[in-house]
């Protein structure tokens, strides 16, 4: 309750205009766009909805607006809600109950200190009464129910069996970073990466943060212990070789320190020395040789730390290492490093450290998989840092080569390097992918951004989608990939070593994810490494289990991608093991209003002799079975903004 006759404990009115409080109903004059803002310290949700009963003049028409606004934000950034009919319920003597969903005022969950209840529209002095105003109680299931009531739109889908399948990679299921909390979403495959991991010191264990953290060295741990939990739980490692050529020399020295090079835009309140190498004006300092902070790390250096690798290893399959990365996006090292790597790589650096560092980690183990080159983004495929630093439409470096995008001519160059020497150089073409779309790789959830979010995934497959970011072009990232492959280095696999699609604690960030999987699959990725970890029971922890473990028991998404027929609104993912007569399949109602009645067909596949559901939707804390259901047509509601796991049974066709 916040007001009920007067203000509840703990609630400061912070309103605005002429008001009586504390008398009965509230009484407010909403002259001059006049309003009500009502403060709690430290409110959590999440709740139902903003309840309140609502007495005004039949003239004033449709004038209120409700929003909820952040702790420390004066400008608002949650939604505003207009208050129409459809809000309203009518009551005696002229009083309506006014109620608004939680999910429209806050759909990101944010936490939220003030309701602000104000007149959109202009009104006359009279008097405006206000009374039960409060946050009603969640109930998860009601709101479910309540969905799937609503008006249904009718799709038809079909799984495909009378087409080949194709084998889905199990190293798509990987993470970029988490411990052992994060087992529970079953990922295959684990990545040592991030900046830091430039400038890895594996004898010591420092690092050095680079411009994440003010350039500061510091202890990042034991690499050993990443190897022995990848082990413990049955992973393929992948981890990150510094080809730098620099990494830390301990766990306290700094790139810019204040001591020397004087008074910095910003310092570390802990580490006071250590500056952010700007200037108080903002323009960059000259930074000092790279033995401030760092020792060399040569290929012969990196090539120890893999031999080191290989000798733990107790058996060929008892790796903990199986991958290896050159480096991490070193076309960011004069931002990211500049304090050692100032100068923007060129196309020839990046050919040159890959074949010497490359060869270094061959010679040490034969058998390794080698990965690259780890670009950051869309503008590292076609540049050079050297081009983006004089502006892409200049582009000297590609222009010096032939002006072939970067990736193509990195790939055909090891190629002839690999043809000319006999030596396999490099196993894996590594590209890091973010969506660049505004507010999209965010906590942001708002209608908007959230539908987005889930179009954005199109990037990575879709060749008729158009990136909606400055990007401005098609994507079409796994499919480009593969080409790129096939017309400049034939056999090579294919990676995503980072990845994320943003609000991964909202719904739209778990069916993002949930979409982005299913098509790694179908389009026949190799690997991928989500970043970092999904939150525990997040969304996008669940979208993980949709795949991985969606009946707490070890059941998955399995090994053959089936061809399938979707609707604009539902994607359908299905898979099948080697008798054909287990099928699982995904489907993703991808729109956040209107439940989906799915009548799915199984061409070819065999009769349905049983089948196990799941769900997870936008009011879900977990996966939530639907029971096991008999033979019969496969057909579903499923909610609005939900992921549907269905567990299939069938008997051989005939």
């Given at each position: 309750m916040i007001y009920d006759g007067a203000l509840a404990p703990g609630w400061q009115d912070w309103g605005w205009g002429p008001h009586e409080l504390g008398k009965g109903a509230a009484r407010l004059n909403m002259t001059n766009y006049g309003g009500w803002i009502l403060w709690q310290q430290g409110l959590s949700g999440p709740f139902g909805g903003v309840a309140f009963r609502l007495r005004a003049p039949a003239a004033f028409g449709n004038f209120l607006q409700v929003r909820l606004l952040e702790p420390g934000q004066n400008q608002p950034t949650l939604p505003a809600v207009d208050i129409g009919p459809e809000f309203a319920r009518p009551l005696a003597d002229g009083w309506v109950e006014i109620f608004v969903p939680w999910n429209l005022l806050n759909p990101a969950q944010k936490a939220i200190d003030r309701l602000q209840i104000h007149a959109r529209n202009p009104v006359a002095a009279d008097w405006v009464e206000f009374d039960k105003v409060m946050f009603t109680r969640f109930d998860a299931a009601a709101a479910m129910a309540a969905q799937l009531r609503a008006p249904a739109r009718a799709v038809q889908l079909?799984?495909?069996?009378?087409?080949?399948?194709?084998?889905?990679?199990?190293?798509?299921?990987?993470?970029?970073?988490?411990?052992?909390?994060?087992?529970?979403?079953?990922?295959?495959?684990?990545?040592?990466?991030?900046?830091?991991?430039?400038?890895?010191?594996?004898?010591?264990?420092?690092?050095?943060?680079?411009?994440?953290?003010?350039?500061?060295?510091?202890?990042?741990?034991?690499?050993?212990?990443?190897?022995?939990?990848?082990?413990?739980?049955?992973?393929?490692?992948?981890?990150?070789?510094?080809?730098?050529?620099?990494?830390?020399?301990?766990?306290?020295?700094?790139?810019?320190?204040?001591?020397?090079?004087?008074?910095?835009?910003?310092?570390?309140?802990?580490?006071?020395?250590?500056?952010?190498?700007?200037?108080?004006?903002?323009?960059?300092?000259?930074?000092?040789?790279?033995?401030?902070?760092?020792?060399?790390?040569?290929?012969?250096?990196?090539?120890?730390?893999?031999?080191?690798?290989?000798?733990?290893?107790?058996?060929?399959?008892?790796?903990?290492?199986?991958?290896?990365?050159?480096?991490?996006?070193?076309?960011?090292?004069?931002?990211?490093?500049?304090?050692?790597?100032?100068?923007?790589?060129?196309?020839?650096?990046?050919?040159?450290?890959?074949?010497?560092?490359?060869?270094?980690?061959?010679?040490?183990?034969?058998?390794?998989?080698?990965?690259?080159?780890?670009?950051?983004?869309?503008?590292?495929?076609?540049y050079s840092a050297k081009d983006l630093a004089v502006g892409a439409d200049v582009a000297p470096d590609r222009r010096a080569h032939g002006d072939v995008p970067l990736v193509p001519w990195y790939l055909a160059q090891i190629a002839d390097h690999e043809k000319r020497t006999g030596q396999r150089l490099l196993d894996i073409l590594d590209l890091h992918y973010y969506p660049q779309a505004q507010g999209v790789y965010s906590e942001a959830a708002d209608a908007t951004t959230a539908a987005l979010r889930i179009r954005s995934t199109r990037s990575l497959w879709d060749p008729t989608y158009r990136d909606e970011s400055w990007i401005?072009?098609?994507?079409?990232?796994?499919?480009?990939?593969?080409?790129?492959?096939?017309?400049?280095?034939?056999?090579?696999?294919?990676?995503?070593?980072?990845?994320?699609?943003?609000?991964?604690?909202?719904?739209?960030?778990?069916?993002?994810?949930?979409?982005?999987?299913?098509?790694?699959?179908?389009?026949?990725?190799?690997?991928?490494?989500?970043?970092?970890?999904?939150?525990?029971?997040?969304?996008?922890?669940?979208?993980?289990?949709?795949?991985?473990?969606?009946?707490?028991?070890?059941?998955?998404?399995?090994?053959?991608?089936?061809?399938?027929?979707?609707?604009?609104?539902?994607?359908?993912?299905?898979?099948?093991?080697?008798?054909?007569?287990?099928?699982?399949?995904?489907?993703?109602?991808?729109?956040?209003?209107?439940?989906?009645?799915?009548?799915?067909?199984?061409?070819?596949?065999?009769?349905?002799?049983?089948?196990?559901?799941?769900?997870?939707?936008?009011?879900?804390?977990?996966?939530?079975?639907?029971?096991?259901?008999?033979?019969?047509e496969l057909r579903e509601r499923l909610a609005p903004y939900s992921i549907n796991v269905f567990d299939l049974t069938l008997a051989a066709p005939r």
């Open positions: 079909a799984v495909d069996c009378k087409v080949p399948d194709q084998p889905i990679s199990p190293y798509i299921y990987g993470i970029a970073g988490g411990g052992d909390k994060t087992w529970g979403s079953l990922q295959t495959a684990s990545r040592w990466g991030g900046n830091r991991t430039s400038r890895y010191n594996w004898q010591t264990g420092d690092t050095n943060a680079g411009s994440d953290w003010f350039f500061e060295n510091h202890n990042d741990g034991g690499y050993t212990d990443f190897l022995d939990r990848n082990r413990k739980y049955g992973l393929r490692g992948a981890i990150t070789i510094p080809m730098l050529g620099w990494v830390a020399k301990d766990d306290t020295s700094s790139g810019f320190p204040v001591a020397k090079l004087g008074a910095q835009k910003a310092t570390d309140q802990y580490r006071p020395d250590a500056g952010n190498g700007q200037r108080p004006d903002g323009t960059p300092l000259q930074p000092g040789p790279p033995t401030q902070t760092s020792v060399p790390a040569s290929p012969e250096f990196m090539a120890r730390w893999v031999a080191a690798m290989l000798k733990r290893a107790k058996t060929p399959q008892d790796r903990g290492a199986h991958v290896f990365f050159l480096d991490n996006e070193p076309e960011l090292w004069n931002h990211t490093h500049r304090d050692v790597h100032p100068d923007p790589l060129t196309y020839d650096e990046l050919l040159d450290r890959t074949v010497r560092y490359g060869t270094a980690i061959r010679g040490a183990d034969p058998a390794a998989l080698i990965a690259g080159p780890a670009a950051w983004g869309w503008s590292a495929y076609f401005n072009d098609t994507v079409q990232l796994i499919p480009r990939m593969k080409d790129w492959v096939a017309r400049n280095h034939p056999g090579l696999a294919t990676s995503i070593g980072e990845y994320n699609f943003g609000a991964e604690k909202h719904i739209s960030g778990g069916l993002a994810l949930a979409e982005a999987l299913g098509r790694f699959g179908t389009n026949g990725l190799d690997y991928a490494f989500y970043w970092t970890a999904p939150p525990e029971n997040s969304p996008a922890y669940w979208a993980f289990r949709a795949y991985r473990n969606f009946d707490g028991k070890g059941a998955r998404f399995l090994d053959r991608s089936l061809k399938t027929r979707m609707d604009p609104g539902v994607s359908l993912f299905a898979s099948r093991d080697a008798s054909g007569q287990h099928l699982v399949l995904i489907a993703l109602n991808l729109g956040p209003d209107a439940p989906v009645d799915a009548s799915i067909a199984l061409d070819g596949c065999g009769t349905l002799v049983s089948r196990r559901g799941y769900s997870y939707g936008q009011f879900s804390k977990a996966l939530e079975a639907g029971g096991e259901v008999a033979g019969a």
